[in-house]
Structure formats: C-alpha cells, structure tokens
C-alpha cells in the first residue's frame, strides 16, 4: 500500500467518531491515563561536593534536564546543605521558565555546610504542594553525602530514622516517586536505596559528568515519558502530525561535529543562522529542536552514543501504560499500549492492520523476548497487552517498542532493574573481623518482625546457627571473627513478613570466603621452615646485635659434656680396642646361637613352623646387624659394651686349648632364652628401608 492510500485510511479514522474512544478519566483498572509531569529538582549544594565534584558538573546536567521538561509539565529546583533554598519557583514549564531556570544554573556551587536531606524532600514537598489530580509527581535527589544536620553523631542517626520512618512514607503515601542519583560512592548507599525503591524510583550513581548526565536524562523519562521516533542507523522519520522535534544526541567522539542531513538534502551544523532551529553544543553532546521540520527521513552525521534518542511534539501519540522501574527476581509486569490522536484512542481495525508493531526485551546484548505484536489480530478497544515473564536474573533490562505506520514511527523505551528482595553484602573489618549485612530492597516489609539466621560453616567442618540483629539503619548484622584458617561458608535463610502480614522465604547464594584473605589455599606448611633472608631494611638491626658466644649452646639443646685437651694417638688406641672387644662378642653370641640350633635341631619344636617368609627375615636381620658390626661404633654406644674382665665366670675363652669342651657343655637351656632372634632382629612395625635414611632427619654438625 502506497503512502497515499495510507494518509486516506488515516483520515478516514479521524473522520469516523464510533471508532474512537476518548480517554479523559481513569479507566476501570485504572491504567490508560495520559498524565502530565510534575518534576521537582533538590541538588546537593554542602562543601564536600568540591571534592567529588570538582568542576561542577551539576550545572551542564541540569541545564539540559531544564531545556529537556516538556511543555506544560510542572517543574522547580531547590538547593540544599544545611539549610534549603528555593532555586527555581515551582510552576508550569513553558519558554519563560526555561528562561528564568536557566539563568539560575549558574549560583549551583559547594558552599553549604552539612547535608539536611530530610529538611529538603520535605521543602520540595511544601513549596511544590501536594500532587494534583492528572499530575505524576516526580522528585529527583542529586547527593554525594550522607545524613549530616549536627557534629553530634547521635542526632544524625534520629534525622536518619526520621526520614525513613516519617518522611519517605508521608511521601510514598501521596504516590510521590523518588529517583536517588549518587554523585559518589561514599554517599549512604542504604538510605539512596530505600528513598528510591520504597517509591519505585529510579537509584544510580554517577562516576563522571557522560554518566551523570544519562542518568538524569533517564530519571527525567521516567518522571515525563515523551514522545519519540525511532532511530535506527542514525536515521529518523518526520510525519506531518509531527511539529517539532528534539534530537538529543550523544557523541560517542566528543570533539566531533554533529550534522543534520533534511529530506531536501539540506545540511545543518550548530553555526546554521535560522530562526526555526534552536542548537545548543556541549562537551559530550548537541541538543537540536527544530520547529516545523520538512517531512520525511532525517539523518545524523555523527558517531551516535546508543542514549541518543529523537522526542516529538506530536498529536499522534504512543501512549504506555506506567510501568514499574523496580522488580524482583521472577516477578512478571504488564505492558499495556495503545495509540492516541488528539487525546483519543485509535481502535479502527482498518487503521492498526497497517501498522508493523514490534517489542523486544533486552538485557545488555541479550535478547530475551522478541514479538511482532501486529501479526495477530488487531484488539477490539485498540489496547494491546503483553505479559513479560523473563525476569530471571539480577541485572538491568530495557524494553524497546516500535511502531511503524510506514509513513510514520514512534518509539518507546522503558529501563527496569531486577534485584533479590534482599541484599547480602561482606566487608572486611580493620581487625580482621568479617561484617555480613542483609538489607531490604524495598520498604514493604515489616523489619521487626522480620528473622534473618546465618549457617556458618568453619574450616574443620564445624557448624553453628548464628541470628542477624537488626541494626539502627535498618540492615541485619553479624559480626565474626574466624579464629580457624582456612575458607568459611555462610548459608542465610530470610524468613520475611510483609507491611501486609503476607509471609514469604528467602534464600540467598552462599557467602565463602577465606581466612586470613590473600592467603594461598594450596601452600601448606613446609615440614622443615626455612628462615627468610633479612631484609635490607632489617639487615642494620641485626648487625646491631651482640654475636652469640661460640661456646654458648641453644638452651633448646642438651649441652655436650666438655673434653679436655684430646690425645689424637690415645683415642686411635681406644677406637682399636672397642672395636675388637664388639668383634670378639659378635663372634661368641654367633657360636652360642649355631650351637642351641644343633642342640634343639632333633627336637620338635614350635620352631620348624616357620615359614619361608620368617627365615628369610630372620637372615636379613642377622646380615644388618652383622653389617652393623663393621661400621664404627658411636663413642656413646661403645661406652655400654662389657669389657673383657666383666664378662664373668662363665666366659670362654676362645683361644685356648680346651675351648670345644666348654662350648660343648654349656647349658643351652639356662642361655638360650637370653638370647634370641627376636634380640637380633628389628621391630616388627619397622622399616628397614627407613633405616638407612633416618640419618636424613637429624641435624647436620
């Protein structure tokens, strides 16, 4: 179908009042209302802001929030440290306002002296007034601290409780959103957290002026969606509903020159002269409006940051259903929308059959849902609805919605942040202690009754079932200090009770972490320390240091028994003579054990069950200590052996004549029990092939 077959059926629809519905009231599910914008401004003014603001980034990003407030919306901005300031007066937003706020961007500075967050939610709250019907209420909080009204810690932390427990529901109870956006990480994380998502708010923080800026711009389609064209391939398309547009565009190289293409193949660059286009270039970006702009596609010379994005005035309007900006982990959402002119809804079948409308869910680069929703048939009352199920996982997601009416688009993006209903944090303490604390994303929950327990497995498998103590600033707590070395697991269990009285588990991933931190899982202890080099740092030290006495022995260590003036001939002498009374005795404990076998060898005994096995280390044990016998004697075992005038009357002498006879009459029976292979051979438990290396472990002279 060509374009002007298109334009006919278009006013064909605009023409026939049966098959349009107006929409000026709540419907019955209260869904399809097309509200104006009420966003109120509080910017964080105390001294601490020099240091994590150091150029004032403040002023470009709210000078482009200011000119971004679409017409007829209402809009004012408070500065606040100790005490809260007026800005800019609260009213509808129009060219005069613009005016007015923009020369007012420039007394943003760093002077306040503490940080009265409550003072100024509350101010915004009463100079703003309450919200009014058809209005969606929208306070955007841009801070770097934490509660800081007094010196005395003590009145900060009631200031803290009195935001929380009166401040944040007053204002939840007047359906008041409040996106929290941080300009540094020491700003109080809890706080941000419950200001926002208690009032299903947008909560960021922002690194750097790009970052601040995109998060504003964020905030502010959140607080007053717009609409826009798609733009795809730096490409966008005019219809002739359209009366101007607004090309925010965000450059991904900085100090590039961004261009305009027409439909008339006309150029326009931030020095075109024309009373119809309004350029304002910053550093990171260019904001273009052009007023009655030609019909048709438009594009963009200029590498495109993905926030860039084309708002519209238009009487053709996209129009969504309010979605929610926080959800938790396997929670569902609606999108609902449908398609306005004038204020009334399109709901001529003839019409919506010749739209190509498509959605897409994303998270990063991940598609996770995908639809062409014009290939079914087209709904009765023209509002087309979708489940979205695919909120698995923590993380960001965008929702993307195009309609393309081949003479005409619109575009719809939606940014949600998926979260456990709980966040479980670590920290590490200066002392070595371990902090675990549990918070609550969300402020539905009734926190006393509420019982959060830790499993707390140690190194040596023990465990222990420790409770979490709810602190003043509404986290639960436990402290440990691991005595053990090694990893620790924590296993939580969250059984939660909401404002409602609703009960509901929670089960968090396990926490591990190890003990002491940074040490090596896989180095155990060396068998034999090695004591490390000193230091060049300690090397001076120990050269201070008296040098030990050579005489003086480790009180660790017995002391030797001193030796007085050596005789190196007299100790060859004794080593001679020790050695000989060893061999001498060997060879009468050999002869006495092979006289007892020839005695007994007649004899029936227990003996002859001996097995193969047995002899075999009967003889190994007689070659070692036969072995034994040829090495040198330690001085201290030689001491022990008998010597030759103590061996007693019944000594044999061996050379003398009558030495047969005595063998032969000795009585094997009296001596043999003194004597057996169990005193030759070595304990059963054993090694001999440890004998040979237990030299090793002995400390070398």
Known sequence: MNRLSVIWVWLLVLCAPAAIAQVSSPAPDGALVAEQADVRVIIDISGSMKQNDPENLRRPALDLLIKMIPEGSKAGVWTFGQYVNMLVPHREVNDQWRKDAAAKVQQVNSVGLFTNIGGALERANKDGGPPEPGFNTNIILLTDGMVDVSRNPEENAREWRRIVDEVLPSLKGQKVKIHTVALSDNADGELMNALSLGTDGVAAVANNASELTKIFMRALAQSAPADEVALDENKFLVDSSIEE????????????????????????????????????????????????????????????????????????????????????????TELQFLLQDKGKTISDARFLRLLNIKAALLKGEQSLWAET????????????????????????YLLRLNVDGKSFSREFTHHLAVRPPFQVERERQGNGDQLISVSANGQTLDKARTVVVAKVREPSGRSSIQPLVLSPTDQWELRLSPAEEGEYEIDLRVSAIDSEGAKFDHHPAPIAFTHPEGADPFKGEPKHAVAPAPTPESTPELQQEPTPEPTQASSQEPEAEPVANPEPAADTKKWVLYGALAVGNLLILGLAYFAWRMVMGGKKSEDDDLDEAGLEQEMAAEEQAQAAASDEPKLDDLTELP???????????????????????????????????????????????????????LPKP
């Open 643 to 697: 010597m030759a005038d103590d061996l007693g009357d019944g000594a044999v002498d061996l050379e003398s004549e009558t030495a047969a006879d005595e063998l032969a009459d000795i009585d094997v029976s009296d001596n043999a029990p003194e004597f057996t292979l169990d005193d030759l051979a070595p304990a059963k438990d054993d090694d001999p092939d440890e004998s040979s290396d237990a030299g090793d472990d």
């Open 245 to 332: 547009f607004t090309a925010l565009i965000f450059r991904a190289k900085p100090e590039q020159q961004t261009e305009l293409l027409s439909p008339d193949q006309k150029f326009y660059k931030a020095n075109t002269k024309d009373p119809y286009i309004a350029w304002h270039r910053a550093s990171d970006h260019d904001l273009i409006t052009i007023k009655q702009p030609i019909e048709g596609e438009w594009l963009v010379r200029a590498d495109l940051d993905p926030d860039s994005k084309i708002t519209i005035v238009t009487n053709l309007k996209l129009l969504v259903k309010p979605m929610a900006n926080n959800l938790f982990e396997g929670q569902a």
């Open 373 to 396: 929703l014009s290939d079914a048939l087209p709904p009765g009352d023209g509002i087309y609805r979708r489940t979205l199920d695919q909120f698995e996982d923590e993380g960001r």
